[in-house]
């Protein structure tokens, strides 16, 4: 009987509190790819973010004029595995929207290469979300995502663009590539939002 | 003019799913180009399969399993031809 008891109990304090349901940690760092890897040099890459009032575009050298931020989080991806305590460096999503002006609620961002996936902008602004270039203080690899992808990571990993070249704001909250092929609009892990 | 509900397609579906579809011919949405499913390029991302037409790239098909489910899209296939 205590036996029983402690395995229950045991089990509970084995599961770290930053894990959400459903989700095991990895140490290392799956690559998953819908297509070939787009390589992107730093001389060619723009990044740009289009409004229904005009559109922005930063090159390489003046994103990296930017204020950049230091972010360390946990990420989860929707085939159930968690990358917990990571380390980014990368511009947030509210200095880049410093200045732009929409009456869009939603944003769909487009990556070299085509994919594309849409986020809520509230979603993405208050510090939950940059264009990140830097992993463990190495520049992110090309596999994942690299020069610069997207991170939202308090929603599923597939929301957090690789080779991001632009968002576009839009009124409605259309769904992008894997939102319109199975995966939950939104995806926030914590309500296991993974699929329709 | 009048349309049927849904349950009209379960006779021509259940055909459409009875054959190898690498055998299927299908047109590309974006070049145009008209292959046989087998010959397209198929990344595994994660539990998902994404199908690009070897002509162009574009994604002609994706198939992905999550939680004993499965979402089939046909997105850049503009018509499939079915071996009969
Ligand atoms: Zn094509």
């Given at each position: 009987m205590s036996f029983i008891t402690r395995g229950f109990s045991g089990r509970s304090h084995d599961r770290d509190p930053r894990l959400p349901p459903g989700q095991t940690e990895v140490s290392d760092w799956p690559v998953l790819s819908a297509g070939p890897t787009p390589r992107v040099d730093t001389e060619e890459w723009e990044f740009s973010i289009r409004t229904e009032n005009g559109a922005h575009t930063w090159t390489w050298d003046q994103f990296m004029a930017l204020k950049i931020d230091d972010v360390s989080t946990d990420i989860h991806c929707v085939t159930h595995w968690s990358k917990l305590g990571t380390s980014w460096r990368g511009v947030s999503i509210d200095t880049l929207f410093e200045g732009i002006e929409t009456s869009h609620d939603f944003v769909m961002a487009h990556s070299y290469g085509g994919y594309t996936t849409n986020v809520p902008l509230d979603e993405l602004l208050n510090g939950q979300a940059w264009i990140a270039f830097e992993f463990d203080g190495e520049p992110l690899e090309a596999e994942h995502g690299g020069p610069a992808r997207l991170i939202v990571?308090?929603?599923?990993?597939?929301?957090?663009?690789?080779?991001v070249r632009g968002l576009v704001t839009m009124p409605n909250d259309d769904p992008g590539f894997w939102e319109q092929s199975g995966y939950h609009i939104h995806g926030d892990p914590w309500k296991e939002e993974r699929y329709w | 003019m009048s349309h049927l509900d849904g349950n009209a397609l379960a006779g021509v579906l259940s055909e459409v799913f009875?054959?190898?579809?690498?055998?299927a011919r299908a047109r590309c949405a974006n070049c145009y180009s008209v292959d046989v499913l087998a010959r397209a390029m198929v990344y595994v991302d994660g539990s998902a399969f994404v199908v690009r037409c070897?002509?162009?790239?574009?994604?002609?098909a994706t198939v992905m399993d999550g939680d004993g489910r499965r979402w089939v899209s046909l997105?850049?296939?503009s018509a499939i031809e079915i071996p009969r």
């Open positions: 990571p308090h929603l599923y990993f597939w929301k957090s663009a690789k080779w | 009875t054959f190898d579809p690498t055998l070897a002509s162009c790239d574009a994604v002609l997105k850049g296939v």
